[in-house]
T-cell receptor
Framework: EPEVTQTPSHQVTQMGQEVILRCVPISNHLYFYWYRQILGQKVEFLVSFYNNEISEKSEIFDDQFSVERPDGSNFTLKIRSTKLEDSAMYFC???????????FGQGTRLTVV | KQEVTQIPAALSVPEGENLVLNCSFTDSAIYNLQWFRQDPGKGLTSLLLIQSSQREQTSGRLNASLDKSSGRSTLYIAASQPGDSATYLCAVRMAGNNRKLIWGLGTSLAVNP
């Protein structure tokens, strides 16, 4: 069964460093998303991406964050100058159409020290 | 602003019991509602998607219902098993161009052998 794949599963980084979280969405899907979940809190929307551009972003998704689809398969989230409060589980998701089921990856646990 | 609430926050039952998890939302203008399962420290597995025009969806021992006008959904798990132990999350997608999911905090379920 097709699945969304995220790498790495766990990343530890020093405060102020840049990290890139990688995702391979399901191959025929057209809509891509990043969410995050801080420990003990609700899952929060970060950004949606369609047709090679951001279609929506949350207040969290400020200039520190960027997304890119560098080729036909990868979808990346870059976090510049990481802060302690960026520590969270980051989830990538994809859908075929906006109103169909969203499929999520296993997440990347980011720990900023 | 849409708020999604799940009760109870935690539930512990003996194996074999039928159980109901509740999800409520404040704005009934949703497009669909999706139930997910999350194992500790792991990703989000989609269980069921209910479109706003539907009343229920079934998959195996799981049955999800939706009452859009009253802002409620329930996830019914029949004949619970220890392997069902996980956190169950509901998320709603609003109508219109807004494609993001808005999440509840989840119900942590423990099924005891």
């Amino acid at each position: 069964e097709p699945e969304v794949t995220q790498t790495p599963s766990h990343q530890v980084t020093q405060m102020g460093q840049e990290v890139i979280l990688r995702c391979v969405p399901i191959s025929n899907h057209l809509y891509f998303y990043w969410y995050r979940q801080i420990l003990g809190q609700k899952v929060e929307f970060l950004v949606s991406f369609y047709n090679n551009e951001i279609s929506e972003k949350s207040e969290i998704f400020d200039d520190q964050f960027s997304v890119e689809r560098p080729d036909g398969s990868n979808f990346t989230l870059k976090i510049r100058s990481t802060k302690l409060e960026d520590s969270a589980m980051y989830f990538c998701a994809s859908r075929l159409h906006p109103n169909t089921e969203a499929f999520f990856g296993q997440g990347t646990r980011l720990t900023v020290v | 602003k849409q708020e999604v609430t799940q009760i109870p926050a935690a539930l512990s039952v003996p194996e074999g019991e039928n159980l109901v998890l509740n999800c409520s939302f404040t704005d009934s203008a949703i497009y669909n509602l999706q139930w997910f399962r999350q194992d500790p420290g792991k990703g989000l597995t989609s269980l069921l998607l209910i479109q706003s025009s539907q009343r229920e969806q079934t998959s195996g021992r799981l049955n999800a219902s939706l009452d859009k006008s009253s802002g409620r959904s329930t996830l019914y798990i029949a004949a619970s098993q220890p392997g069902d132990s996980a956190t169950y999350l509901c998320a709603v997608r609003m109508a219109g161009n807004n494609r993001k999911l808005i999440w509840g905090l989840g119900t942590s379920l423990a099924v005891n052998p």
